[in-house]
């Protein structure tokens, strides 16, 4: 049974109630019951009896989940289909390992930040040049890959090390992450400004490496590992109050799953813990010192809504901070969208092998976006950024996508 036989009391939880019917994303757009966390569970139970092997079918079932967590909150019974389908993909990975290869191959290329360079500086490059030519290229999966940004000079080799103020309050270290890096600098330097406009000394490790959640999401622990590993010797080795982050998924990573990953590792787990609790999400650490609106300059205003990123509604449970931030910009009229908290449909490489399903589901949040008559849709996601603005576009609409901390950084403007 192996690792299943981890999590095989947990299985037995599941009294198959079908409460995860109404909140599961793959289930609505599907129908099948192998794509609800239900079908998901006795599926995963059934390979853990040898009821059943774990071929092809029920690959893509195990594959194709979102991870967002939604069906935990329905379930009266409190099973996390999240942890259950997570175990099972460990499962796969020690079988056989990633399938198919290239998945395994882009997820090896996002593990080493030279390969992922080379990759954004192709796709930059020779990739956008012959996407241009051809009609119809718009959008590759649903994601709209001609407007993709992809930075000329990654965003760690635009800064120095260390960014110092007049008179610093705080100090404060910065994970950038691999998106904020190669592809949306223009926020990491929002990141900075703003942390910077409130008295923040920021300190840029240059040695920084990919938070290791593409790879543990598909059961690659030893990878994962190592860049954990790499990430926390390489910031505890500053003098920092605080780790701020401004990817929601790297958040949950850092700040949560780390502890999971080394929790049998009795030597190493107390520098993670001493690790984790200094990690933030960039709108939590702003509402926690408390932002200097006097040097706010917004002019024009905007009717501004939010998406709440999986990772942070339901992992690391952020989500009144970034609103918080948005109120407080001047000229600025926040509306809630209807279902906010719901799933945009990226999941990192579902979006990518799984592109049907996750249209449909980004498909439903456009349409709440749209009748939510905002202008512009913040969050706290890189990944989110690129499949809302996928979204909207592909569905004709206006709404620009923009994090958080781009809206702060504009209203400093002088």
């Known amino acids: ?6 999590v095989y009391e947990m299985l037995n939880t599941c009294n198959r109630c079908g409460f995860c019917h109404t909140a599961c994303k793959t289930y609505k757009v599907d129908g099948a019951e192998t794509m609800v966390s239900r079908g998901r569970v006795q599926l995963i139970k059934a390979v853990a009896d040898g009821v059943i092997e774990a071929d092809a079918d029920y690959e893509d079932s195990i594959n194709s989940c979102l991870l967002c967590g939604e069906c935990a909150v329905a379930c009266p019974s409190g099973v996390s289909a999240k942890e259950l389908v997570m175990a099972a993909r460990r499962d796969l990975k020690l079988r056989h390992g990633v399938k198919p290869f290239v998945k395994s191959y882009a997820l090896k290329t996002l593990a080493n930040p030279n390969k992922l360079e080379r990759a954004f500086k192709l796709f ?8 241009n030519k051809v009609d119809g290229m718009d959008y590759f999966r649903g994601v709209d890959i001609k407007g993709m940004n992809v930075a000329k000079v990654p965003f760690l080799n635009q800064v120095p090390e260390r960014i110092l103020v007049a008179q610093p309050k705080h100090k404060v270290a910065f994970y950038v992450g691999c998106f904020l890096n190669f592809s949306l600098d223009d926020t990491a330097h929002s990141v900075v400004k703003v942390l910077t406009k409130n008295d923040c000394e920021v300190i840029i490790p240059k040695e920084q490496v990919c938070c290791g959640l593409p790879q543990y999401a598909y059961g690659d622990f030893e990878t994962a590992k190592v860049n954990a590993r790499k990430t926390i010797d390489t910031f505890m080795a500053k003098d920092v109050e605080a780790i701020i982050t401004a990817c929601g ?11 999971k990953l080394f929790a049998d590792d009795a030597a190493y787990l107390p520098r993670v813990k001493s690790f984790c609790a200094k990690v933030k999400e960039f709108s939590e650490y702003m509402a926690e010192i408390g932002v200097d609106e006097s040097k706010f300059h917004n002019s024009t205003p905007v009717k501004v809504t939010y998406h709440d990123p999986c990772h942070m509604v339901r992992g690391i449970k952020v989500t009144a901070q970034p609103r918080q ?13 209807f279902e906010a908290n719901r799933c945009c449909g990226a999941s990192g490489l579902v979006q990518a092998f799984y592109h049907e399903m996750s249209t449909k589901v980004t498909r439903e949040k456009a349409k709440n976006i749209q009748d939510s008559g905002a202008e512009v ?16 576009s592909m569905a004709g609409q206006k709404q620009k996508v923009m994090h958080v901390a781009d809206l702060m950084a504009k209203a400093y403007e002088d």
């Open 377 to 392: 849709v913040a969050t706290s996601c890189p990944a989110c950024i690129m499949r809302l603005q996928g979204g909207v």
């Open 124 to 131: 930059g490059g020779l990739g956008k040049n012959v996407l």
């Open 1 to 6: 049974m192996g690792v299943l036989a981890e």
């Open 249 to 259: 998924s790297c958040a949950a990573m850092l700040k949560e799953d780390y502890l």
């Open 325 to 337: 931030m948005l109120k407080s910009l001047p000229r600025v009229e926040y509306i809630e969208m």
